[in-house]
């Protein structure tokens, strides 16, 4: 059984003066430093087919995902179910997410550049696809640490946490011809992309440094994909996961990625000649708890948020109002919400892919159990969910937290993170029984 693989690379930089997404709305671009770029990997082997892509910007809005992978089926004949699109998380490009708090999705950005490059490498991707071979390389990488840094005053803020949760691992996936002539490499790992910081300029932020350093490397396209990223930061020298509107901080991580992406790269010395495709998309279904009180979201409204309207706090004033709305409507009840996600296996590989910014362990404990040699998750992919985070850390509160809690009027139980767990492993011992 052969693989092949055909890929595509669009430049998708928004116009100077674009709004960027990922810290307050209105925060509109003066500079590119580096050009964003959208990249496909069509894959095929027999009757079996999956187009995957990566963006860098921030976030993926789930209808707007869903409207896009439409449109791909249709211009290409793959399946809808088979497409997916993840983001690489940079909060130094155009608005791609849309939420209350940070601005509106950017449609002219959208229509006029976004949607069209991702037709254009799906099909362009398809046209003369290669047969290839893929290795796998694995190693620790320190560029990251956990976020949720704990204060005096017992509370939890962004910043380095250094006994906190976070996976070191680093891994890249290297595809080759069958003269051994490199083809592309993906890299994967779990960081917010928030180097940069708060700074005018457009930027892939580190992972584009890392990119560009492991192409330049390889002499193969090369892509970043993201892991479990929702409470890692880049270890900044400055103390923070935020750097402090300077550039220079991409380059300081950017840099110290590349040489272990380069390293972990050369280290790869055994290529599956067929490995297996296979492509499956799933639903978990996570219990609900009761919606909050009327007089619980009126106190929280009245003593917190009203007339908040930046970034969490924003949304949070308008989640609470969403709540008190419900009780003067047919509001429905529901017991459980179905959660989307997919599977991409290739070879001993597992990749699975989810709509949150999930927390580190999530990941770590799914790769743990998985009956496959190699998974690695995939957080910020086909849409955006907000956080998804473990019930022991629910107690200690902070911003993921209160945007797990306070998102839809049913929040999950806190314990989802073991049904999407259990059931992801579920559906893995499935799929690699049919191996």
């Not at 402090?244 to 280290?267: F, H, P, W």
């Not at 309207?309 to 017991?335: P, Q, W």
């Not at 999950?412 to 492993?425: C, G, P, R």
Request: include cysteine; charged fraction near 25%.
């Amino acid at each position: 059984m052969s693989l092949f693989l055909g890929t595509a690379r669009e430049i998708i930089t928004p116009k100077v003066g674009a709004c960027l997404y990922g810290y307050k709305p209105d925060w509109h671009s003066t500079s590119v430093a580096d050009d964003l770029t959208a990249i496909a990997f069509y894959f095929k082997s027999e009757e079996k087919e999956a187009l995957w892509i990566s963006v860098t910007v921030c976030l993926l809005n789930t209808e707007l995902m869903n409207d896009i992978r439409t449109q791909i089926s249709e211009k290409t004949g793959v399946p809808f179910e088979n497409i997916i699109i993840s983001a690489t998380h940079t909060h130094s490009g155009p608005n791609t997410s849309g939420e209350y708090g940070w601005g509106g999705i950017d449609e002219e950005y959208c229509n006029e550049i976004f949607i069209p490059s991702l037709l254009k490498i799906s099909a362009d991707a398809m046209i003369s696809p290669v047969e290839v071979e893929m290795g796998i390389g694995i190693g620790n990488s320190d560029i990251g640490v956990n976020r949720r840094e704990f204060f005096e005053d017992g509370k939890t803020y962004l910043g380095q946490n250094p006994w906190g949760c976070y996976n070191p691992q680093m891994t890249v996936i290297a595809f080759r011809d069958k003269e051994h002539k490199p083809v592309a490499n993906m890299v994967h790992y779990g960081m917010h992309g928030t180097c940069a910081g708060s700074n005018y300029e457009i930027s892939r932020d580190w992972s584009g440094v890392m990119c560009d350093m492991l192409e330049k490397d390889s002499k193969a396209l090369t892509a970043f994909v993201t892991g479990p990223e929702g409470d890692v930061g880049p270890r900044l020298s400055n103390g923070h996961t935020t750097g402090n509107r300077d550039i220079s901080y991409v380059y300081e991580i950017g840099n110290k990625a590349a040489l272990d992406a380069v390293k972990i790269y050369k280290s790869i010395k055994v290529y599956n000649k067929s490995p297996r495709l296979d492509v499956a998309e799933r639903e978990i279904s996570i219990p609900l708890k009761d919606r909050y009180t009327r007089e619980f979201a009126k106190n929280m409204l009245d003593t917190y948020y009203a007339g908040k309207t930046i970034n969490l706090e924003g949304r949070m004033r308008a989640f609470f109002e969403k709540v008190i709305d419900s009780y003067n409507s047919d509001f429905e009840a529901k017991e459980t919400r179905e959660v989307p996600y997919n599977f991409l296996i290739l070879g001993d590989l597992a990749i699975v892919t989810f709509p949150y910014e999930m927390f580190s362990e999530i990941g770590l404990r799914i790769a743990k159990f998985s009956p496959f040699p190699y998974t690695l998750s995939l957080a910020c992919t086909n849409g955006s969910e907000s956080y998804f985070v473990t019930e022991s850390e629910i107690c200690r509160g902070g911003y993921e937290i209160n945007s797990f809690l306070y998102k839809d009027i049913q929040p999950f139980v806190d314990n989802a993170d073991y049904y999407l767990i259990k059931n992801t492993l579920d559906d893995l011992k499935k799929l690699y029984k049919e191996d």
